[in-house]
């Protein structure tokens, strides 16, 4: 037990550059980038044992462990990952990677565009899961991975491991496909289109070009935040949480904070905004739209997956209503249509959308029971 | 419902698969009759659950698994998808047995459904003695048991004809799992039967 509450301990983030130009998705190149990454465990000599941990829209490089200098800082995903837990580092070599147009030390619209000597800010292309996908595959042959023994990923990142399959289907051998979905709704895509509206309009945006005018465009990026949060909590679990508790007891029959609630997204928005930027925000909630690997077989998702070859593990929450439950049997069923290994947890948790990343007994028994059939 | 003492009708099913033949095992329990099918005689497992710990036990037997629940039917799941679909020792506590029985025939090429036989006599026996049956096969008291439907091989037999419903095989066990061979609705504790559609 000791063992498992040790986690993978200090990590250092490494960085790897790539000289030869991307091409996208959408037609643009992205000439040259940097990848940053972490891993964990160590690489087997046949290098069969690798993991690769997908992000999803404000996820980066850091999964797990801690730098060294600051404790608190421990990853995203951390209560997954180490020794003991279900991605054991005894076993499996596990890497994180912070995806192209992210804001945490890969280029991204934030980066020098070399052509201007400026940042690229709305000038950064656009990019799709297919795009990610390609930079980390570049990834894998820099670090000698044929094939990964899995791809894991919740919401955005569950798209790249279903993506992986689809676009490599001989260098992935297992997907775990978390609160996913084969493509977003229109209710989706519509709340995606708000947030976007919150940022694009706000003054201190500059079209995209604000880091020029030395400003953020914070108000955008932190009321986009706020409606995040909403569609990634239960209503249950909001009521839990906060009901209707007043901040100070009573009313103030004013616009400061009153409901916790209130409390609660302002800090959560004021956060975001400090350290998030605004352009990776837009470019990723358009990856998530975008989103429809069915789109090249006229939406006969079944057709797609099809091309597939790796074992599955399908994983979704009973109070996700953002990436519900009955979008992930969509992939199950078609997976199942097309006589694929595949299994399939509807894990009854009440954190919502937000639910993939906790510690759950029988979510992390599943991935757990999972990966321990996974041979190396 | 697949539980340790079972393994008489897994028997009988594993003597009607052909390896490479994909199996799809409704109320999976912990996949003990897909590892056994796996095992003996290579075909394709997935299995279906609804209970959390059966889910769970099932991935770690290492076998493909789906947390559905059955009485939602089996929507989703695509049509002759798979050659054969079981149900094992389930059906007497599905509250919508005709539909089951038309999704599994529409989901499966065939399918199995094992049951057990209310007209054995051991179960009329005690009945005439004014108590409701406590057998091998139907091990509940009348007060706890998951089964919510009673019934025959006859009322099962009469069901498919009604149905359009082909009855390929049968096999019929006595409590102690030995084949039935005279008087089954009599002398038959657990039925299994292969059908198809007509």
Known sequence: ???????????????????????????????????????????????????????ALSGNHHVAGHYADDPGSLGWWDNIIGPGRPLDTDRFFVVGVNNLGGCHGSTGPSSINPATGKPWGADFPLMAVIDWVQAQARLADRLGIDAWAAVIGGSLGGMQALRWTITYPERIRHALVIAAAPKLTAENIAFNEVARQAILTDPEFHGGHFYEHGVKPVRGLRLARM??????????????????????????????????????????????????????????????????????????????LARTKAGFLVVSFTTDWRFSPARSKEIVHALLANGRDVSYAE?????????????????????????????? | MTNSLGRADFDVIAGWVRPGEKVLDLGCGDGSLLKQLIAERGVRGWGVDIEDSNVL????????????????GLAGFADAAFDLVVLSRTLQTVRHTQGILIEMLRVGRE????????????????????RMPVSED??????????????????????????????????????????????PNFLGSLAVYRIGRG
């Open chain 1, 1 to 55: 037990m000791t063992k498992e509450k040790s986690g993978v301990g200090p990590v250092v983030a490494q960085r790897a550059h790539f000289a030869a130009p991307l091409k996208l998705r959408s037609g643009g190149v992205v000439p040259a980038y940097d990848l940053v990454f972490e891993t964990y465990g160590t690489l087997n000599a046949a290098k069969s044992n690798a993991i690769l941990v997908c992000h």
């Open chain 1, 227 to 304: 409606l995040g949060h909403i569609t990634y909590l239960s209503d249950d679990q909001m009521a839990e949480k906060f009901g209707r508790r007043l901040r100070h007891g009573k009313f103030s029959y004013d616009y400061d904070v009153e409901f916790e609630v209130e409390s609660y997204l302002r800090y959560q928005g004021d956060k975001f905004a400090g350290y998030f930027d605004a352009n990776t925000y837009l470019l990723m909630t358009k990856a998530l739209d975008y989103f429809d690997p069915a789109r090249e077989d006229d939406g006969d998702l079944t057709a797609t």
């Open chain 1, 347 to 376: 894990i009854d948790l009440n954190s919502g959308h937000d639910s993939f990343l906790m510690a759950d007994p029988q979510y992390h028994a599943i991935i757990d029971a999972y990966l321990k059939n996974v041979t190396l």
């Open chain 2, 57 to 72: 036990a099932t991935m770690k037997n290492g076998i493909n698994v789906i947390q559905s629940d059955l009485e939602q």
């Open chain 2, 111 to 130: 399918a199995v459904v094992s049951f057990p036989n209310f007209a054995y006599w051991k179960n009329r026996m005690a009945i005439l003695n004014g």
């Open chain 2, 138 to 183: 139907l091990p509940y008291q009348w007060f706890d048991t998951p089964n919510v439907r009673f019934f025959t091989l006859l009322d099962f037999e009469t069901l498919c004809d009604e149905m359009g419903i082909i009855r390929r095989e049968r096999q019929v066990l006595d409590e102690k799992g030995n084949l039935v061979t005279e008087e």
